[in-house]
C-alpha cells in the first residue's frame, strides 16, 4: 500500500469491530481523514496510549480502498493537562467537536490546523474556556462566517447600548435596525466588543481579555449559537461542559 506522512490532531475516536480504532485525524496538509488504527484496543498495541483524543502527532498513514490505515505514530505533544482535568476536557471536546462538524474530508486548511493547535495548548495548560471561546470565533472567520460586531449589519454605524445580534444576518443590529430580525438576541457591547476582539487577535495575546463571568457566559452563548445556526447542528459539548460546572 501507498503511504504518506501527515502531522496531525486526533479530534475523533471511536471503537471498531473487535480491536480497532476509527480514528479521525485533522492533518495541516490535507484536512480531515478518517483513518483506521488496527489492534488498537488490544493492551499491548503499539498504539496504546499515543492516539488518545486531543493528540497533536506525526504519523505515517498507508492509503487503504476505503479508510486510510495508521502505521506508524510520533507524538509530537499529548497536550495530557487537557485529560487531567474535566473542565479542560469539556472545553477541549467543544474544540474537537466543532472542527469536525466545520470541515468537509480532505480539505486543507493549514490556518484552521494552526488555529486547532494553539486552542489546545491553551486548554491544555492555560485558561481552557478562553480558548475554546477564541477557537469557536477562529472557526466561524475561516469558514467565512465571521460575526459582523463592530458596526451594525443594516446601516454601519457603530453600536452600543441596546444592540442585539441576529444569527440569521450575521451580526450585530443597531438598537434603530433591531427589528429588521425579530429572533435576533440582546446582546451587550461589552459582549460585542469581545468578540470582535476573539476574532481579530492571536491566541497568544488572548490573555488581554479580561471579562467578568456574566459577560464570558454571554459571548459563549452567543457563539455557540451562531456556530450552531452556520453548522446547521446542536453541538453535543456545550451541555456537557454546563453539566459539570
Ligand atoms: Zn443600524
Same mark, same amino acid.
Given at each position: 500500500m501507498p503511504v504518506y506522512k501527515a502531522e496531525a490532531i486526533v479530534i475523533r475516536r471511536v471503537s471498531l469491530?473487535?480491536?480497532?480504532r476509527l480514528v479521525t485525524l485533522y492533518t495541516r496538509d490535507r484536512g480531515k481523514i478518517a483513518t483506521v488504527a488496527k489492534g488498537a484496543r488490544?493492551?499491548?498495541?503499539?498504539?496504546?496510549?499515543?492516539?488518545?483524543?486531543?493528540?497533536?502527532?506525526?504519523?505515517?498513514?498507508?492509503?487503504?480502498?476505503?479508510?486510510d490505515v495508521v502505521s506508524q505514530i510520533e507524538v509530537v505533544e499529548p497536550h495530557a493537562g487537557i485529560r487531567a482535568d !474535566?473542565?479542560? *476536557?469539556?472545553? /477541549? $471536546?467543544?474544540?474537537?467537536?466543532? %472542527?469536525?462538524?466545520a470541515t468537509a474530508d480532505r480539505e486543507a486548511a493549514p490556518e484552521l490546523f494552526a488555529a486547532l493547535r494553539s486552542a489546545l495548548r491553551m486548554a491544555s495548560?492555560?485558561?481552557?474556556? !478562553?480558548?475554546? *471561546?477564541?477557537? /469557536? $470565533?477562529?472557526?466561524?472567520?475561516? %469558514?467565512?462566517?465571521?460575526?459582523?460586531?463592530d458596526r451594525c449589519v443594516i446601516c454601519g454605524r457603530?453600536?452600543?447600548?441596546?444592540?442585539?445580534?441576529?444569527?440569521?444576518?450575521?451580526?450585530a443590529l443597531c438598537q434603530a435596525d433591531r427589528g429588521r430580525d425579530a429572533q435576533a438576541s440582546p446582546a451587550s457591547?461589552?459582549?460585542?466588543?469581545?468578540?470582535?476582539?476573539?476574532?481579530?487577535?492571536?491566541?497568544?495575546?488572548?490573555?488581554k481579555l479580561?471579562?467578568?463571568?456574566?459577560?464570558?457566559d454571554e459571548v459563549a452563548g452567543?457563539?455557540?449559537?451562531?456556530?450552531?445556526?452556520?453548522?446547521?447542528?446542536?453541538?453535543?459539548?456545550?451541555?456537557?461542559?454546563?453539566k459539570m460546572v
Open positions: 469491530g473487535e480491536a480497532d488490544k493492551p499491548r498495541s503499539r498504539f496504546a496510549g499515543r492516539l488518545e483524543l486531543f493528540t497533536h502527532l506525526r504519523a505515517l498513514l498507508a492509503i487503504g480502498r476505503t479508510l !474535566l473542565q479542560r *476536557m469539556g472545553h /477541549a $471536546a467543544f474544540i474537537a467537536e466543532i %472542527t469536525d462538524r495548560v492555560g485558561d481552557a474556556e !478562553l480558548a475554546a *471561546m477564541w477557537y /469557536a $470565533a477562529q472557526v466561524l472567520v475561516l %469558514t467565512g462566517h465571521g460575526p459582523i460586531v457603530g453600536v452600543s447600548r441596546g444592540a442585539v445580534f441576529s444569527l440569521a444576518l450575521g451580526g457591547a461589552v459582549a460585542l466588543a469581545a468578540m470582535g476582539f476573539l476574532r481579530e487577535t492571536q491566541a497568544a495575546a488572548l490573555s479580561a471579562l467578568e463571568r456574566r459577560h464570558r452567543l457563539l455557540q449559537r451562531y456556530l450552531e445556526y452556520r453548522l446547521e447542528t446542536r453541538l453535543k459539548s456545550p451541555s456537557i461542559i454546563q
